[in-house]
């Protein structure tokens, strides 16, 4: 378990009260609060060095040494190869659009795409706009309403010699299962068909391994792990090579800069630096197991063990959660319960009270310090097919492993 008292001290917002008492953060899939190592990297930043890119000049200089790092300590968390397989931008909705517009270049009409109803609507909209844009077909694999996990024999269903491309999240924004990635990516593989995980609902939560997974494109999110706004796509080099990129001219043909318009926010690049220096930070107080993976870099090896002690810990939060819930006749859970299949998913879970719109159940929690999320998250398919969509959605409670057990008492007398 890790301890809360090595964690907080790093998140100044932890320290703020309402109505005396301190305010409970579940609001963590919509967005993390930051470390200070994080403020720290932007003050830093603006301090010292704060340029546009390439110039002749000190400032311009060491800006771009914070922008090489950024896309180093990326690749560290991603365990990707290289940093050329890094391209930051403003968030993951934000790159997966162009990023379809390049795929789609290579697409024809009669080909065939694969996308799930279980996504937040960033890893479905681009997708579904390009393949009507270039005639292709888009299958969409269902999800088991008893519990809100994937029908992974729709893949078979739908896998064919025509198949180009399949997009799946990691984890689901919504009611925080986990998916089965590599046997979905190793279904697509052998169809030939290209792969793109969403993974920002996942990163805050467990480590993530690329070159383990052998995906072809990722997308998260920093400000859903303890850092600034911005969006990270990892895309495989030998892939990212055979894209048209769309940018203003003159243009850096190289990698990653091929792929990443106007000037980044290097700042916030400084930011997430400060906030894997703080993971790395954690790892003399977590217990390292040997997984048998190889990484990167030093760093890289330190992250994930720390992430994978992250997700271990968060397991027991989920568990008080659910036994809590279940002892309230009011509360209707949406996702998985079982207390044996707590491996597959993290701590983010969706009810509804009775007699309770989600809105409702938000203010009232709310007004007593206890920020949660309500309506649909962008998991519009799913609480479409959940029948939620047009009476509020549902409430979401996102943990992440700086709450407390503590907090998930106060929380459970609160509703």
């Known amino acids: 378990m890790l301890n809360p008292d090595v964690i907080r001290p790093h998140f100044p917002a932890l320290k703020r009260t309402l109505n005396g008492k301190p305010l409970v953060y579940f609001d963590g899939p919509g967005g993390t609060q930051v470390t200070q190592q994080c403020i720290d990297g932007y003050v830093r930043y603006f301090s010292t060095c704060n340029a546009n890119n390439h110039g002749a000049f000190v400032t311009s200089q060491e800006s771009d040494l914070v922008n090489d790092d950024g896309h180093l300590v990326m690749a560290d968390f991603l ?65 088991n309403l008893k519990d809100c996990t994937l029908v992974v024999d729709d893949f078979e269903k739908y896998l064919g010699p025509r198949t180009r491309f399949v997009a799946v999240g ?19 593989k052998a169809a030939g068909a290209l792969t793109f995980i969403d993974a920002v609902a996942l990163a805050p939560h467990m480590s993530i391994d690329v070159q383990d997974w052998d995906c072809d494109f990722l997308g998260c999110s920093t400000y859903k792990f303890w850092g600034p706004h911005n969006g990270i796509i990892y895309g495989k080099e030998s892939v990212l090579e055979t894209l048209p990129a769309y940018k203003v001219r003159p243009s850096d043909n190289a990698l990653p800069g091929r792929f990443e318009t106007g000037t980044q926010s290097i700042e916030s690049m400084a930011g997430v630096i400060g906030t894997m220096d703080y993971l790395v930070s954690l790892e003399p107080h977590v217990t390292p197991a040997s997984d048998g993976r190889t990484y990167r870099s030093a760093r890289a090896a330190s992250l994930h063990r720390v992430m994978d002690a992250i997700q271990l810990h968060e397991q027991g939060f989920s568990k008080h959660l659910l036994e809590g819930l279940a002892a309230n006749k009011k509360v209707t859970v949406y996702g998985i319960t079982d207390q044996t299949k707590l491996g597959q998913r993290v701590p983010t879970i969706a009810l509804r009270v009775a007699s309770e719109s989600p809105r409702e159940t938000a203010e009232r929690l709310g007004n007593q310090g206890i920020c949660v999320w309500d309506g649909n998250y962008y998991a519009i398919n799913l609480t479409e097919k959940l ?29």
């Open 79 to 143: 365990n990707a190869r290289s940093p050329k397989e890094i391209i930051w931008g403003q968030n993951m909705t934000s790159l997966a659009f162009p990023l379809s517009r390049s795929l789609g270049r290579l697409l024809n009409p009669g080909d065939e795409i694969i996308l799930t109803a279980l996504d937040h609507d960033a890893n479905f909209s681009p997708w579904r706009i390009m393949a009507e844009e270039r005639g292709v077909k888009v299958h969409t694999v269902d999800v």
């Open 170 to 188: 990691g984890v689901s924004n919504a009611v925080g299962t986990i998916n089965p990635i590599k046997q979905i990516i190793g279904m697509a």
């Open 387 to 415: 029948g939620v969509e047009d009476s509020g959605g549902m409430v979401r409670i996102g943990l992440v492993h700086y709450n407390t057990h503590e907090e998930i008492d106060r929380f459970l007398n609160a509703l």
